[in-house]
């Protein structure tokens, strides 16, 4: 082959490749990057934590205050038999029940809100199709029964406000009432006491020794509470106190005439300052052989009487400002709902002018602008029940630290608790025997701890059998102190096989998956469908236009499968970028 031939070979083949390289690169100019997109559908979102353990044989399981306080009742005995869930003690939770029952109103009525938001958002929705596809006779005449319908619900909403509002005023009533007459009963228990104390005092305190100048002190101060003497009254006969009728005592009696808000708080603060004077002054007489047996138990009687009465007027002085925060709680959600229906005759209104005037371009926007500050007022309200449900949950979990119960089923070992006694802080106090033969033991890391409660299920799969043999079990047991392994602060934590199997034996290692947290049928999608900024968390979404624009959504739980769920921001059967298939044009 000739020089000249060989170089003409190449130039053609050097062109050959250039035209393929500009055709290649003008083709995939013109076509762009292509994008997998990804529709948002509900389901479930599962939390899990998988941890590996061992096999154990079961043993007594000690259960544990997780507050102190003092013992309202011990419900079991050695010997019992228990199921799990069995209420074994409590302490004395009377607050925190109140505050539960607080925090649950103020969800429920959240909760009402928000369906009411929902509502409304239905309608505005159906009035934005009604827009778009134009006013029918009909639709004149089924505007103008909503207005109806509003007028109506507003009718009823201010009926319920006033019920709600007069009720609430009735049951404060009827309370003070019941205070005014606790309190006219605690001061004729006191008065009682300091007869009794009287008459042990001219027995054997009437001379001017240290006791009897003590007793005589503290009677005339529990008196001048009590009665309103402005005397020494410490050395008078029972007859002439029993003549005084001023101090808590007329303020009791003019409460139990009028009980209004200022003479029964009043009456209440006035009688617990005098039955504690009234307390000291039997508390600190000696208990002496002087003293006959018939005064002794005398003297016990009233102390106890009168720590009883304390106790009383110190639970009414705390009911008041529970009844009131019901009733607050209870007229807010009637004046919502009343409010909720003028907004709802206001839309209604609306309606009717909007299919009158007609269905302009500038209408149909402002329909939608509607619409969407009602979505942003459903997101307000969704975050302000999350908030309240938080509240909620943290007072449920103070109130829970009040409960001993059983996470297991079986037999009382041991009790060393009685009503009536103080209970310290995770010192065990109850025992029970599993009937379970085995358990499995298992070391979390602090990191997962917190997502880890009693009475969670788990799936368990043990070597010996391999992964396609599944065991249920639970959690029963977290031990609050940390076990440190390898240099890693993690807690131990025990599992009960829920069904028995001969299949289970000591010393197998076990592979747990926790079920920790579970929602069914929420909008979710995959974690990496999510741009992580400083101000929250975007999804990608098609503009229309061969461009995507970012759109801000709200994150709830996020699964153990790679999905996360997804509170608001966007809609079902919408579609958003999968950064798994390609990467996002800039």
Known sequence: MSKKKKISIIVAVVLVLFAGGYIYTSS?????????????????????????????????????????GMV??????????????????????????????????????ARSVIAQYQAQLDAQRAKLAELKNGARPEDIQAAQIAIDSAKQNITDAETNLKNVQNKAQSDLVQLYNDCANSS???????????????????????????????IA????????????????????????????????????????????????????????????????????????????????????????????????????????????????????????????????????????????????????????????????????????????????????????????????????????????EMASISKPVISVMTNAKYKMEANIPEADIAKVKTENTAKVTLDAYGADINFDAKVVKIDPAETVVDGVSTYKVTFEFINEDEKIKSGMTANITINTAKQDGVLNIPQRALLKKSDGSYVLIDDGKGGQKEVKVETGLAGSDGNVEIISGISENEKIINFSATAVKK
């Open 217 to 420: 002190d503290a009677k005339s101060k529990a008196v001048s509470s009590l009665l309103g003497s402005t005397v020494d009254t410490g050395r008078w006969n029972f007859w002439s106190i029993y003549a005084l009728s001023g101090g808590a005592k007329m303020s009791a009696n003019t409460a139990q005439t009028d009980p209004s808000e200022v003479n029964t708080i009043k009456a209440l603060n006035e009688v617990y300052t005098a039955l504690s004077k009234t307390k000291y002054a039997l508390d600190i007489v000696p208990i002496n052989s002087s003293l006959t047996a018939s005064e002794k138990s005398s003297l016990s009687l009233e102390r106890s009487n009168i720590n009883t009465q304390l106790s009383t007027i110190s639970a009414k002085i705390k009911s008041i400002d529970t009844q009131k925060n019901v009733n607050q709680s209870l007229a807010t959600a009637a004046q919502s709902q009343l409010n909720q229906a003028k907004n709802a005759l206001n839309s209604a209104e609306q309606t009717m002018a909007i299919k009158k005037a007609g269905n302009s371009a500038e209408t149909i926007a402002a329909q939608e602008a509607a619409i969407k500050q009602i979505e942003a007022s459903i997101s307000t309200q969704n975050a302000q029940i999350r908030s309240a449900q938080a509240s909620l949950a943290a007072i449920s979990a103070q109130l829970s630290k009040t409960v001993l119960t059983s996470t297991i089923d079986g037999t009382v070992t041991k009790v060393d608790v009685k009503a009536g």
């Open 72 to 109: 309202a009742d011990v419900n079991v005995k050695i010997g019992d038999q228990v199921k799990s869930g069995t209420v074994l003690a409590n302490i004395k939770n009377n607050d925190v029940s109140a505050q539960v029952a607080q925090a649950s109103a103020g969800v429920e009525s």
């Open 28 to 68: 995939s100019k013109q076509e762009g990057p292509k994008y997998e997109y990804y529709t948002i559908t509900r389901g479930t979102v599962n939390q899990e934590v998988s941890v590996t353990g061992k096999v154990k044989p079961a043993e007594a399981i000690d259960f544990a205050f997780e507050a102190s």
């Open 184 to 214: 006219v009963s605690a001061v004729n228990i006191a008065v009682n006491s300091i007869s009794v104390l009287t008459d042990i005092q001219y027995a054997h305190f009437m001379t001017s020794d240290n006791d009897s100048n003590n």
